[in-house]
């Protein structure tokens, strides 16, 4: 009896502070892999974010553009960014503290409203405009023409408003485990749909062959696509966006509670590590969906849309996109490209909302504007976030129309934070992580190659946008 009602009183303190982490909320990790499956979903939340716009969008339009020959480039976004996600995921769940409250660590301190913080909050607070924002509206942009190809009677820009409302609402009335539901419905949806698309392909006059396949993999890297394939890198994979946020789900959904306060005894490092091992899971799980979402969407673009010689861009972009189920299964899957459409689109928006209206509050517990340890405090500028943001995204689009050019600024700008953001975990990994759970020499590697390769796109990213051909 007391152990059940030191449950309930923990459940109760959990429901009022997700963000609790005391003694009484531990818990022992899983074994074996069936009972880890029971405690997987924060990369589900994670892949409504990563498989949207980068994927039906600006992943299609570099197919469109290019052809086979960028496959490899697509793999090395997707797959080259998971190490930066799990590592400073390592961190969350050992320290319980979230990504803004630990880059907020790093060296190098400028003045804030209640005091001096990390530049680095200030750098965050400077990409929401052309990441979130602007890149917030080309999504809500391919929602609202999406839904205008089946109801034609409002115009996409009306459209993308009642959804930018819609949004509002679930994510104001919504719980992490409701979020967990209907994201991944929508994306298991959508993805298994594109991957009959993508084999319909072969049945096709579009089929592909064994020598597309091979020209996609010889590293070539044509001059005149480098606006689209520096915006599909930084707009594809796990971005430097949702690893940051992908660390507010693993809090919400319990591994950093669950491992409970850092002491010295070996119980807590047996937790840390069992909880490490089912949040890499999840990472995997993340990694396997969008690459089933992400190279299946560059198939269809450069089989179908490149061979028409059709490139998505302003009013027609979904429309053009629909091609790619039309040509391979008929006129009557212009419907089901539609609603296809708003769902992987949608739950992008729904998903990136959720996480950005979180790290904004968290934001301004950093700064002082509010008290971090209050969640009622959190949860007001959550809810203004909720709203504010889908109204600033949906007239972007109002005044733009072009989801293609809105979502080339956002993941130019995403490409750019990436190595900052692989920095700052390099930085906490070596300086602040507990040694006794500390990442093997091989995890070391492949975070160093990450950063490096991310440095290098970014400078090549900045090279060019000086030279003014990327914007």
């Not at 799980?285 to 198939?299: D, E, G, K, N, R």
Request: hydrophobic residues 50%; proline residues 4%; contains cysteine.
């Amino acid at each position: 009896m007391p152990d059940e009602q030191g449950a309930a009183e923990a459940k109760e303190r959990v429901a009022s502070n997700p963000y609790l982490r005391d003694a009484g909320t531990i818990r022992e990790p899983p074994t074996g892999f069936g009972n880890t499956l029971k405690f997987l979903g924060p990369g589900l939340i994670l892949a409504g974010s990563v498989v949207g716009s980068g994927e039906i969008i600006l992943t299609t339009t570099l197919g469109a553009t290019v052809g086979f020959v960028m496959l490899w480039w697509l793999l090395l976004s997707c797959w080259g960014k998971s190490f930066v996600q799990a590592e400073l995921a390592r961190y969350t769940v050992s320290s319980g503290e979230t990504v803004l409250r630990a880059f907020n660590r790093l060296p190098g301190k400028l003045p804030g409203p209640k005091g001096r913080v990390s530049w680095f909050i200030w750098v965050w607070l400077l990409t929401i405009i052309p990441n979130n924002l602007l890149g917030g509206g080309g999504i809500y942009g391919g929602v609202g023409q999406a839904v205008h190809m089946g109801l034609p009677f409002l115009d996409s820009r009306w459209w993308t408003v009642i959804f930018a409302a819609l949004a509002s609402a679930l994510i104001l009335t919504g719980t992490y485990r409701l979020l967990e539901k209907v994201m991944a419905f929508m994306v298991c949806t959508f993805t298994l749909v594109t991957l009959v698309c993508a084999f319909s392909l072969q049945f096709t006059p579009f089929a592909i062959t064994w020598p597309d396949v091979q020209a996609g993999l010889l590293f070539e890297f044509p001059a005149f696509a480098i606006a689209a394939a520096l915006a599909s890198y930084g707009a594809t994979g796990v971005t430097a966006g949702e690893s940051m946020i992908y660390t507010y789900w693993c809090v919400e959904k319990g591994y950093a509670r669950f491992t409970g306060p850092v002491d010295k005894s070996p119980d807590w490092v047996r937790r840390a590590r069992g909880w490490i091992r089912v949040m890499q899971t999840d990472v995997v799980l993340t990694l396997v969906v969008l690459t089933c979402a992400t190279i299946p969407f560059y198939m269809l673009g450069a089989g179908v849309l490149h061979r028409m010689e059709a490139t998505p861009g302003g009013l027609e972009t979904i429309s053009t996109l629909s091609n790619m189920y039309t040509q391979t299964l008929g006129a009557w899957a212009a419907d089901l490209f539609m609603i296809g459409a708003f769902f992987v689109l949608f739950s992008t928006v729904v998903s990136a909302l959720g996480g950005e209206a979180r790290m904004i509050a968290d934001c301004m517990g950093v700064l002082g504007v509010i008290d971090s340890q209050n969640y009622r405090s959190r949860l007001r500028v959550l809810r203004f976030w909720a709203v504010f943001s889908p109204l600033v995204m949906s007239l972007c689009y109002y005044f733009v129309e072009n989801p293609v050019w809105m979502l080339t600024i956002s993941g130019t700008t995403a490409a750019m934070l990436s190595p900052i953001v692989a920095a700052g975990t390099i930085y906490l990994r070596y300086k602040h992580t507990d040694r006794r759970i500390a990442p093997t020499w091989k995890a070391d590697f492949l975070l160093w190659l990450s950063f490096i390769v991310m440095l290098g796109l970014a400078s090549y990213t900045v090279y060019f946008i000086f030279q003014g051909y990327v914007l």
